[in-house]
């Protein structure tokens, strides 16, 4: 990996149990050998591709190895010291709460587990600020939906703004958005931000046009809303109209095979258009990327400048959900800003 790490500053797609490295998993095993999981089950490699559908069973797999708080707070804390290595300076993390009935592990104590590793990182001078966005898994339905609201709405306030948004996530092709409606709408109502993943596959469109209306406040994927892959002009507009940020990541589409090839992913549809896009790893252990490879991945696909990539990455400043933090980080960013052009 030879790209500057200047490049990516800011992460804003990150699902914590796909940003397990290989490290971790190895620890991960270590503790449990009797699950007799190996390193092909819970990454996908360079070259390789695997359906979505394969790509979620990946998740289930290290599900099984992370499933106490020792787990969890060795995980995070791993996973927020290597977006640190790798240069990013502001970290949106995103995680679905689990409960584990064999270890006793709730969702609650997994969330508190989440911020106590964010607190620990800071404690200990990992230069990154960290903020956390409560995952909403669409394949445990409405009512899961609206406790996850009630649950990151307490942290929300009792975090003192560590977290501050909810994702939904989970298998696209399982269940409706519109079952989703009452449970965003809370979130939206209360102050949580919301970061829908939309239009993942092709037959989301009806889906995407009930939720584009609440507005979420950013996009993740979004592989479909244009008309060129079978979206509409009506999606786009209600995006634009909004001014909707993307969360878009190559390498994940790309392997997990709802984009067919870096070249004809939908980042230059909405980066030609100048809309606020954001790149982004999804998932840096599973599909064995991280930020600056991602970045990297951009400018040599679609030919941009290094002053193009830097301000790619500086306007992702805008789209974070800690408006608290903007000022701060604009200053950061034009700290570390190169002299290479
Ligand atoms: P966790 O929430 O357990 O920290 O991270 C893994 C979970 O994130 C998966 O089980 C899935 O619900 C969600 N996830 C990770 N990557 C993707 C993705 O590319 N698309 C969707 N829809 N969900 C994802």
């Known amino acids: 990996n030879t790209s500057p790490s200047w490049w990516s500053y800011g992460e804003l797609h990150a ?21 007799n999981i190996e390193h092909g089950m819970t990454a996908i490699r360079s070259g390789q591709r695997r359906t979505l559908d394969e790509c979620f069973q990946v998740f289930k797999v290290i599900h099984q190895l992370v499933d106490t708080e020792e787990d969890i707070l060795m995980v995070a804390k791993d996973v927020i010291r290597e977006f640190a ?6 970290l949106e993390l995103r995680s679905t709460p ?5 270890t006793g592990m709730t969702k609650r104590r997994y969330v508190e587990t989440v911020i106590e590793a964010i607190r620990q990182c800071k404690n ?28 990151a709405e307490d942290f929300m306030l009792s975090t ?4 501050v948004g909810l994702d939904l996530s989970g298998d696209p092709t399982v269940g409706h958005g519109r079952d989703f409606l009452p449970a965003l709408q809370k979130a939206k109502n209360c102050g949580l931000k919301l970061s829908l993943h939309l239009s993942e596959v092709p037959s989301q469109a009806d889906e995407s046009e009930l939720l584009l209306n609440i507005p979420p406040d950013r996009i993740g994927h979004g592989t479909f809303l244009h008309p060129e892959v ?14 909707t940020p993307l969360e878009l990541c190559l390498t994940s589409n790309v392997k997990g095979q709802t984009v067919s090839s870096y070249s004809q ?33 951009a400018a040599s696909t679609f030919n941009l400048s290094q002053e193009d990539m830097w301000t790619l990455s500086h306007k992702a400043i805008d789209c974070t959900f800690a408006p608290d933090l ?8 034009l700290e570390l800003q190169p002299t290479l052009f």
């Open 15 to 35: 699902h914590l149990n796909g940003s397990v490295s290989f490290s971790t998993i190895e620890k991960l095993v270590a503790r449990k050998p009797h699950l």
């Open 85 to 90: 290595a790798d240069g990013v300076k502001y």
């Open 98 to 102: 689990r409960k584990e009935k064999t």
């Open 124 to 151: 200990e001078g990992v230069d990154i600020e960290v903020r956390f966005l409560v995952a909403v898994d669409r394949r445990n339905g409405a009512e899961v939906a609206m406790e996850t609201v009630k649950l």
């Open 160 to 163: 003192g703004g560590l977290v």
């Open 230 to 243: 079978g979206g509409s002009q009506s999606l786009v507009d209600k995006v634009r109209k909004h001014n």
């Open 265 to 297: 992913h939908h980042f230059l549809y909405w980066y030609q258009m100048g809309h606020p896009s954001v790149i982004c790893t999804d998932d840096k252990g599973v599909f064995c990327t991280d930020l600056s490879q991602e970045y990297q991945l």
């Open 326 to 333: 903007q000022q701060q980080l604009h200053q950061k960013w």
